[in-house]
T-cell receptor, first 114, second 118 residues
Framework: GDSVTQMEGPVTLSEEAFLTINCTYT??????LFWYVQYPGEGLQLLLKATKADDKGSNKGFEATYRKETTSFHLEKGSVQVSDSAVYFCALNPPRNQGGKLIFGQGTELSVKP | GAVVSQHPSRVICKSGTSVKIECRSLDFQATTMFWYRQFPKKSLMLMATSNEGSKATYEQGVEKDKFLINHASLTLSTLTVTSAHPEDSSFYIC??????????????FGEGSWLTVV
């Protein structure tokens, strides 16, 4: 079945460091791909998305490119801030859409130190 | 502002009682909503798909008699945890999507509901 795999956390970085969180997926066909962020004690916020191969989603300095050939959607940011500390979830919406059903990766906790 | 709203945001109930969590789409009609459960420091697990006007579709391993889902209108789905036990304590999140598979769905999440069973 469809699945998402993320790199294990926690990831600890110093402020202004470069961030990469790896995400790979397994799906039949071409799913839509998402990154969500969850701050402590809060719900989910959509960070960025891509709906087809080679699309690049970007928001707040974060970027991810939909790579069909490697079935990946790695999240990157050039210079992280303390305020970026949160848990990041990669997710896919299966190709037949199914009304917005999402399958999530296990989440990667990011901690940014001053 | 929020386009999907959950209520209550936090609830404490006694073991053996039932508790209802509401999920409302505020600016659009949603024929389908989804309920997820999240354990501390874990990912979101899809529990069920809530279908307006028909029975919910439960994921494997989710007890349908324990987690009752009702989707009586195009803007409201409810999750009732029946005969709650401490192990049901968790963060429950709903989602709904606007648009269609042809125009492109936008998926919105509620703020989540913390359930503590004592």
């Amino acid at each position: 079945g469809d699945s998402v795999t993320q790199m294990e956390g926690p990831v600890t970085l110093s402020e202004e460091a470069f961030l990469t969180i790896n995400c790979t997926y397994t799906a039949t066909g071409y799913p839509s791909l998402f990154w969500y962020v969850q701050y402590p004690g809060e719900g989910l916020q959509l960070l960025l998305k891509a709906t087809k191969a080679d699309d690049k989603g970007s928001n707040k300095g974060f970027e991810a490119t939909y790579r069909k050939e490697t079935t990946s959607f790695h999240l990157e940011k050039g210079s992280v801030q303390v305020s970026d500390s949160a848990v990041y979830f990669c997710a896919l919406n299966p190709p037949r859409n199914q009304g917005g059903k999402l399958i999530f990766g296990q989440g990667t906790e990011l901690s940014v130190k001053p | 502002g929020a386009v999907v709203s959950q209520h209550p945001s936090r609830v404490i109930c006694k073991s053996g009682t039932s508790v209802k969590i509401e999920c409302r789409s505020l600016d659009f009609q949603a024929t389908t909503m989804f309920w997820y459960r999240q354990f501390p420091k874990k990912s979101l697990m899809l529990m069920a798909t809530s279908n307006e006007g028909s029975k919910a579709t439960y994921e494997q391993g989710v007890e349908k008699d324990k987690f009752l889902i009702n989707h009586a209108s195009l803007t409201l789905s409810t999750l009732t945890v029946t005969s709650a036990h401490p192990e049901d304590s968790s963060f429950y999140i709903c989602s709904a999507s606007s648009g269609s598979q042809y125009s492109g769905n936008t998926i919105y999440f509620g703020e989540g509901s913390w359930l503590t069973v004592v």
